[in-house]
C-alpha cells in the first residue's frame, strides 16, 4: 500500500460501539494486530495502547481537538473512540511514510497489574451476571446468555470469582490462566493482550516510542507546539480510589514467583518488542 498525505487515512472505525467496537476486540483477541490511530494534524499520530497512560494521553488529545474534558460524566475513552483509525499492519507502516507516530510501551507486568486493578473486579460471578442482565432483553435471554458463557469458560478450565474473593489470590490466578481468562472475557481483554497487538511488529513505523515516564514531556510538547492551555494533570483513578476499594490496592510485588514466571513467558513479544525498538530507533527522547 502506498498513501500520499492528502489521501483519506485508512483503516476501520467505530460508527457503531455496540458492534463495531467489540468486533475490534474480538478479532483482536484472536491475534489479529490493529493499530489504533489518532491523528495529530497532517502529518503526526498517537498509537494508543489500553493501559499505556491512556486516558491522560486521549483526554489531552481531544482537548486539541476543542472538547470540553471538564463536563459532567465525560469520559476520554468513548470520546475518542469515533476518532480513532484502526489500522492493519500495512496500513500503519503506509501512513508512517508521511506521519511522525509515537506510542507509549509500558513494562508489561505492570500493564498487566494495571489492568488488574481496573478491571479484575469484572471477573467475579456479580460482576459477570450484572452484565449479561444488563445486555439481556429478558429472562430467557439472560438464562441463554448466563448458559453460553458456563459453557465458554467451562471449555477454558476456569469459572468465574466469588464475589468476596482475595483480590491477591484472583490477581494471580488469573495470571496464571491469562490466555483462558481473555478468550473468555471480552472486556478483560483489550487491557490485558499483548502490547504489540496494538502496536504492531515493526517499531520503525514510529518516529519515537516514549516510555510512561515520558507521558508528562509528551504533553508539554503538545502544549507549546498546540499554544493552547491545557489541562496536563496525569490520570490516575486507581490511586484514588485505593483507600476503600481491595481492588484497587492491587501491587506488582504481591504475584507470586509462579505468576511471575507466567506472566514473562506471555509478554515475551512485547519485550522483544522494546529491545528491537531500542536498536532500531535509538534512546527514547519526546520530539
Known sequence: MQLQAHDLLPGCRVDDPACDWAQIQLQMREGVQLSPLLPLGGDAGLVWVPKNGCSTLKRVWLQLQGADCQRPGFDPHSAALPFTHWLNPDELRAVSHYRFL????????????????????????????????????????????????????????????????????????????????????????????????????????YRTILGMEQIDALMAHWSKASGLPLDLTPQHVSREQASNNPWRRLRRDQLSSEALAALERFYAADWAFLELAQQQLGAWQAA
Not at 489492568?115 to 459477570?128: D, G, P, Y
Not at 478450565?157 to 496464571?176: I, K, R
Not at 499483548?194 to 504492531?200: A, E, M, N, R, Y
Request: proline share 6%; charged share 20%; hydrophobic share 40%.
Open 102 to 205: 509515537v506510542a507509549i510501551w509500558r513494562d508489561p507486568i505492570d500493564r498487566f497489574v494495571s489492568a488488574c486493578r481496573s478491571h479484575l473486579v469484572e471477573l467475579t460471578t456479580a460482576a459477570i451476571y450484572a452484565k449479561l442482565r444488563s445486555s439481556s432483553p429478558d429472562q430467557s435471554g439472560f438464562e441463554n446468555a448466563l448458559r453460553f458463557h458456563d459453557e465458554l469458560f467451562a471449555g477454558h478450565g476456569v469459572h468465574s470469582f466469588a464475589d468476596d474473593a482475595d483480590p491477591v489470590d484472583v490477581m494471580n490466578q488469573t495470571a496464571l490462566q491469562l490466555p483462558a481468562w481473555i478468550a473468555c472475557h471480552i472486556d478483560w481483554s483489550h487491557h490485558t493482550i499483548p502490547q504489540v497487538s496494538f502496536l504492531g511488529g515493526d517499531p520503525r513505523c
